[in-house]
């Protein structure tokens, strides 16, 4: 039992690392990055890193494997990374993020329907939770609601969620490097189109730039997405969903001690909402958590 418990640790302290890199995102996008050029930051995100990972591992997809890995690549990444720019650049950073939160709760919901993997009433309150917490942090009064940024954000959290779950429904014949490997480079490859058509040229990229895709391509991504598909292979939906509620938190933390936002009451409140949302999501605590109040009981 010790092993086990153990194990899952181990499982979602290397899965809670992707969550934390993406919270980085934001701040090195608006310091570093190009702007008006999501799509291109997508594309770069995803693909140099995806062929760097193609030309060490000299694997191909076989069979079915073609179909499955360009579905999961343009889920995982390329409608993803697409839908999830245009969400940030047309609604308010709160609103977005707040959005995004929802995630947890979709992946519950689909993983139920396609997997039969009924969430706990635990991981359900605790995806509530977070999305209030998230909401709580980023959320600020006097914004304007665009209804094509919420449908693109609302979009971006449903097809990664789709693309999660299949994660956890098809075993692929090779190592989750590999497989996430060809995801890469299947959603870079549609996001590079969709850059050509919609943005033109590539864009005048300092040295700072570089630095900038260098970390969100190779630790945002490469690293980041090997962890979290290896989580979604070894733990349930809810546990790795609600994790992702890490990436706003870290994101506001970030802005605050590093670009200065506002930070009282109410974003302590939504801190540790978010945070309990998270520690409710994981069966392990739960389970530890019932098991001392029981005993405390007796």
Same mark, same amino acid.
């Given at each position: 039992?010790?092993?086990?418990?153990?194990?899952?640790?181990?499982?979602?302290?290397?899965?809670?690392?992707?969550?934390?890199?993406?919270?980085?995102?934001?701040?090195?996008?608006?310091?570093?990055?190009?702007?008006?050029?999501?799509?291109?930051?997508?594309?770069?995100?995803?693909?140099?890193?995806?062929?760097?990972?193609?030309?060490?591992?000299?694997?191909?997809?076989?069979?079915?494997?073609?179909?499955?890995?360009?579905?999961?690549?343009?889920?995982?990444?390329?409608?993803?990374?697409?839908?999830?720019?245009?969400?940030?650049?047309?609604?308010?950073?709160?609103?977005? *993020?707040?959005?995004?939160?929802?995630?947890?709760?979709?992946?519950?919901?689909?993983?139920?329907?396609?997997?039969?993997?009924?969430? *706990?009433?635990?991981?359900?309150?605790?995806?509530?939770?977070?999305?209030?917490?998230?909401?709580?942090?980023?959320?600020?009064?006097?914004?304007?609601?665009?209804?094509?940024?919420?449908?693109?954000?609302?979009?971006?959290?449903?097809?990664?969620?789709?693309?999660?779950?299949?994660?956890?429904?098809?075993?692929?014949?090779?190592?989750?490097?590999?497989?996430?490997?060809?995801?890469?480079?299947?959603?870079?490859?549609?996001?590079?189109?969709?850059?050509?058509?919609?943005?033109?040229?590539?864009?005048?990229?300092t040295a700072a730039g570089w630095l900038g895709y260098a970390w969100i391509g190779i630790a945002g991504t490469g690293v980041a997405y090997?962890?979290?598909?290896?989580?979604?292979?070894?733990? *349930?939906?809810?546990?790795?969903?609600?994790?992702?509620?890490?990436?706003?938190?870290?994101?506001?933390?970030?802005?605050?001690?590093?670009?200065?936002?506002?930070?009282?009451?109410?974003?302590?409140? %939504?801190?540790?909402?978010?945070?309990?949302?998270?520690?409710? %999501?994981?069966?392990?605590?739960?389970?530890?958590?019932?098991?001392?109040?029981?005993?405390?009981?007796?």
């Amino acid at each position: 039992m010790e092993d086990k418990s153990a194990g899952r640790g181990r499982d979602v302290a290397l899965t809670i690392f992707a969550p934390i890199v993406w919270g980085t995102t934001y701040l090195v996008t608006q310091l570093w990055l190009p702007p008006h050029r999501p799509l291109f930051t997508a594309a770069i995100r995803a693909l140099p890193i995806g062929v760097v990972m193609l030309l060490w591992r000299r694997t191909l997809p076989t069979g079915s494997w073609w179909w499955k890995a360009a579905l999961l690549g343009v889920c995982n990444f390329g409608l993803f990374f697409a839908l999830l720019f245009v969400g940030a650049y047309r609604l308010p950073g709160g609103l977005a *993020s707040t959005l995004q939160a929802t995630g947890p709760l979709l992946i519950m919901a689909i993983a139920w329907l396609v997997l039969r993997e009924r969430p *706990s009433g635990a991981a359900i309150l605790g995806g509530i939770l977070g999305v209030i917490g998230v909401g709580i942090l980023v959320l600020r009064a006097g914004f304007v609601v665009d209804g094509i940024g919420v449908a693109a954000a609302l979009g971006s959290v449903a097809v990664s969620s789709l693309g999660f779950v299949l994660i956890k429904k098809w075993t692929p014949p090779v190592d989750m490097l590999t497989f996430t490997t060809w995801q890469l480079v299947a959603g870079g490859l549609f996001l590079t189109v969709l850059a050509a058509l919609f943005e033109g040229p590539p864009p005048e990229i300092t040295a700072a730039g570089w630095l900038g895709y260098a970390w969100i391509g190779i630790a945002g991504t490469g690293v980041a997405y090997l962890v979290w598909f290896r989580g979604l292979r070894r733990l *349930s939906a809810a546990s790795v969903g609600t994790l992702g509620l890490v990436n706003p938190l870290v994101a506001t933390l970030l802005g605050i001690t590093i670009a200065g936002e506002a930070f009282g009451p109410a974003q302590a409140i %939504g801190v540790g909402a978010v945070l309990v949302g998270v520690l409710l %999501g994981q069966p392990a605590v739960v389970d530890a958590a019932a098991h001392m109040l029981g005993r405390h009981r007796r």
